[in-house]
């Protein structure tokens, strides 16, 4: 089993760490004021503030870590899950810049755009929806497989490359050997 880390680059340490400066100054003032005031008011501002936290937590929870190749299996490692993909059905792997692939016409569908990462589900005019699972927008990978198109941020992008691209469907109908 080959392992590669999901290391941060500069944009997701500064995002994260000015977002939860904003989401600290925000949910603990509300928590601590409802939970001290007489009478106790518990509800909208405690509510509100626990929504905060919690979707903090939740995004901590679903942040990449780690990917690992399993044989021909892509798993990507999260604290909640992993999720698998099947290398025997990739098309196309290739490196891209963080410029390419979240600017120029993308758009998040669902997910987070920095907090921890870039993760969830994305839109742009050149691939249509995508789903992403990286943290360094210096070491993209773009794998096309015959149905979904995956964003992934592996530290060591041309071993990688290298190892992912074994899988390429051979069959494809352009006749082009991408691992070559």
């Not at 500069?10 to 760490?17: K, M, S």
């Not at 400066?21 to 008011?41: E, F, Y």
């Not at 969830?120 to 990978?141: C, I, K, M, S």
Request: charge should be positive; glycine fraction near 10%; aromatic fraction near 14%.
């Amino acid at each position: 089993m080959s392992h590669y880390q999901a290391v941060w680059d500069w944009r997701t340490r500064g995002i994260t760490l000015a977002v939860t400066a904003i989401l600290v100054s925000v949910a603990v003032p509300l928590v601590r004021s409802t939970l001290h005031a007489i009478p106790r008011p518990y509800g909208t501002l405690a509510g509100f503030g626990a929504v905060v936290i919690l979707l903090a937590l939740v995004t901590i929870i679903f942040a990449p870590r780690a990917y690992d190749i399993d044989g021909r299996t892509l798993h990507v490692r999260t604290l909640a899950t992993r999720f698998a993909f099947d290398l025997t059905r990739l098309w196309e792997a290739s490196e891209r810049s963080g410029n390419e692939v979240f600017s120029g016409g993308t758009l998040r569908t669902f997910g987070c755009g920095g907090f921890f990462g870039y993760f969830g589900y994305f839109w742009n005019p050149d691939w249509g929806r995508f789903l992403a699972f990286a943290t360094n927008r210096e070491e993209l990978v773009v794998l096309r497989f015959r149905d979904r198109v995956l964003v992934i941020s592996p530290h060591g992008r041309q071993s990688f490359l290298q190892e992912a691209q074994r899988g390429i469907d051979r069959t494809k109908t352009s006749g082009t050997d991408l691992a070559a």
